[in-house]
């Protein structure tokens, strides 16, 4: 039977489920989908991805630290839809987009990460009336906020 699973990718999902809904889109590294919550994703090194790592529908309470996320294509972490997960003590950078927070990501709190050298930017919320925590990070200048 041939695998519709993309080589090099992570796929977390709840466990009434016998396996993901879709298969990996965009080459994440690492991807969390479909309620997959309360995960500690910590250690890894996810470079040269479409998306390092994904984070897809209710993906909540889930935390992101200590990780080396580079050189990914589209972004380095992003959240579609998730709520209440940290980030924190991640090294993001040489992406396109280093942290992106799409379609009402709310209640996220992403602290004490180096956020740096990504090419479009550092930062994308394309929610901008959701309320997300976004303190103590480095953004690579001492003029940024």
């Given at each position: 039977?041939?695998s519709?699973?993309?080589?090099g990718?992570?796929?977390m999902y709840?466990?009434?489920r016998?396996?993901?809904?879709?298969r990996?889109?965009?080459?994440?590294?690492i991807?969390l989908?479909?309620?997959?919550?309360?995960?500690?994703v910590?250690g890894?090194?996810?470079?040269?991805?479409?998306f390092?790592?994904d984070?897809?529908?209710?993906?909540?309470?889930?935390t992101?630290?200590?990780?080396?996320?580079?050189?990914?294509?589209?972004?380095?972490i992003r959240?579609?839809?998730?709520?209440?997960?940290?980030?924190?003590q991640n090294?993001?950078?040489?992406?396109?987009t280093?942290?992106?927070?799409?379609?009402?990501?709310?209640?996220?709190?992403?602290?004490?990460?180096n956020?740096?050298?990504n090419?479009t930017?550092a930062?994308f919320?394309?929610?901008?009336v959701?309320?997300?925590i976004?303190?103590?990070?480095?953004?690579?200048?001492?003029?940024?906020?």
């Amino acid at each position: 039977m041939k695998s519709s699973f993309l080589p090099g990718c992570v796929y977390m999902y709840p466990k009434s489920r016998r396996k993901p809904a879709m298969r990996c889109q965009a080459s994440p590294g690492i991807l969390l989908q479909s309620s997959s919550s309360y995960n500690l994703v910590s250690g890894n090194t996810v470079n040269s991805n479409g998306f390092g790592i994904d984070m897809l529908t209710s993906c909540n309470s889930n935390t992101l630290r200590n990780n080396v996320v580079r050189s990914n294509s589209i972004a380095g972490i992003r959240l579609t839809t998730c709520d209440t997960n940290f980030i924190y003590q991640n090294e993001i950078s040489a992406n396109d987009t280093g942290i992106q927070l799409a379609s009402s990501a709310a209640g996220n709190n992403i602290s004490k990460n180096n956020v740096t050298g990504n090419t479009t930017s550092a930062l994308f919320n394309s929610s901008p009336v959701a309320v997300n925590i976004i303190t103590r990070n480095w953004w690579g200048s001492v003029d940024s906020t």
